[in-house]
């Protein structure tokens, strides 16, 4: 598995952001969000219990993610268009306001090796890179287990407070130098 200190890989995968018929779909990749703190949370079944409770959840906390500069993509292995049937299907699900980004292939879930050996599907991984795409974060659940979209903001905020803190020794130890 991808673990922190690690430069996260590249991708580029189709995503839906609403579902309407026109501009539902983009494209994201690794560098859409170049400076950037990025969170990304993968997800492993539609249409189960578990992600239309973590996932609205997420949701409802984009404001406090864009306060801190973040930008979220949500990351499963069905298709862009599986997403947006999905979102039209789940009142809690219509107004996402984050990319849902499809990894059809698996591709991105094999280079983290973050897929159920047993169940075939990507577990429930969350990964939180820096702006410069170095992996800071990571959590993974099993298919069963719930995440609070709270704690992902906890450790993002825990992340920025560490890089201000390092700034300020930095800035510390040069004005001893001067001194």
């Known amino acids: 598995m991808l673990m922190t200190g690690n430069t996260f890989p590249d991708f580029r995968l189709k995503a ?3 579902i309407d018929e026109d501009g539902a779909f983009i494209d994201v990749g690794r560098d859409s969000a170049a400076g950037q703190w990025t969170v990304l949370f993968f997800w492993p079944i539609d249409f189960s219990f578990v992600c239309p409770s973590e996932m609205p959840e997420l949701g409802r906390l984009k404001d406090a993610f864009e306060a801190r500069g973040a ?4 990351v499963g292995t069905e298709s862009e268009t599986v997403y947006r049937a999905w979102r039209r299907l789940h009142a809690s699900l219509r107004d996402f306001p984050f990319p849902m980004l499809a990894d059809v292939d698996g591709k991105l879930a094999r280079a983290l ?4 050996g047993d169940e075939g599907v990507v577990l429930r991984a969350t990964y939180i890179m ?4 170095m992996v800071r974060f990571v959590s993974v659940n099993g298919l069963r287990e719930c995440r609070d979209p709270r704690e992902t903001l906890r450790a993002l905020d825990s992340l920025q407070a560490d890089d201000r ?3 300020g020794l930095r800035q510390h130890r040069a004005e001893l130098r001067v001194a």
């Open 165 to 167: 803190r390092r700034c």
């Open 16 to 18: 839906v952001i609403s």
């Open 113 to 116: 090796n973050i897929v159920d």
């Open 71 to 74: 930008v979220v993509y949500c």
């Open 130 to 133: 820096d702006p410069y795409r």
